[in-house]
């Protein structure tokens, strides 16, 4: 069965610190990526998203993500991290017809 | 003006009532879905909807009908609630998957 993992539940890192969360994913084809932050209370929002092509995709807020074939993985990314970055943040692959599936999250705490 | 908007944003009732929660749509795609959070923020596809034809029914309960006026339009009603369709529902809207899901902010349905 296809299925998105996101090993770390729960990250803490320093305003100002560099910041990396782990996306892996199980299918038989590259599926299509993406990653959702959820601030509290707030619905989700598209960070970015991968297809195909350049495997180091750009998104908003200054996250950016890159895709490993031989790993299966989709990591976020963001070298300078802002208090307002903490959230929740989801990995989540669609393939076909399929509708998007989520990772469990990863829990990002921003200290000064 | 709001891209896909749900109503309540919460909602507080007893079990065994039943309940409607709105979803609208002002993007013009033709698919929409219902996705439900559970308090460990698990995010599961409940129903989707292509041009108000039910597509995906993810072993949901029969006591949650999914109702689509239109292609805009994506209501969930819940009969007899119980304790644990406590969650937060979420509305989504998707036109094509390249461009992926925008989604509604959210209903905090809270069944005591």
């Known amino acids: 069965a296809q299925s998105v993992t996101q090993p770390d539940i729960h990250i803490t890192v320093s305003e100002g610190a560099s910041l990396e969360l782990r996306c892996n994913y199980s299918?038989?084809?590259?599926?299509?990526l993406f990653w959702y932050v959820q601030s509290p209370g707030q619905g989700l929002q598209l960070l970015l998203k991968?297809?195909?092509?350049?495997?180091l995709v750009q998104g908003i807020k200054g996250f950016e993500a890159e895709f490993k074939r031989s790993q299966s993985s989709f990591n976020l990314r963001k070298p300078s991290v802002h208090w307002s970055d903490a959230a929740e943040y989801f990995c989540a692959v669609v393939r076909g017809n399929t509708p998007l599936v989520f990772g469990k999250g990863t829990r990002l705490s921003v200290i000064a | 003006d709001t891209a896909v908007s749900q109503t309540p944003k919460y909602l507080v009732t007893q079990m065994g009532n039943d309940k409607s929660i709105k979803c609208e749509q002002n993007?013009?795609?033709?698919?929409m879905y219902w996705y439900k959070q559970d308090s460990k923020k698990f995010l599961k596809i409940m129903f989707s909807y292509n041009n108000k034809e039910l597509i995906i029914n993810e072993t949901v309960p029969n006591r949650f009908s999914p109702k689509s006026p239109d292609k805009a339009h994506l209501n969930l009603h819940i009969n007899s609630l119980e304790l644990g369709d406590s969650a937060v529902y979420f509305c989504a809207s998707s036109q094509a998957v390249v461009v992926g899901y925008t989604f509604g902010s959210g209903t905090r349905l809270t069944v005591v």
């Open positions: 991968y297809f195909s092509g350049d495997t």
């Open positions: 299918y038989g084809a590259t599926p299509y």
């Open positions: 993007l013009g795609h033709d698919t």
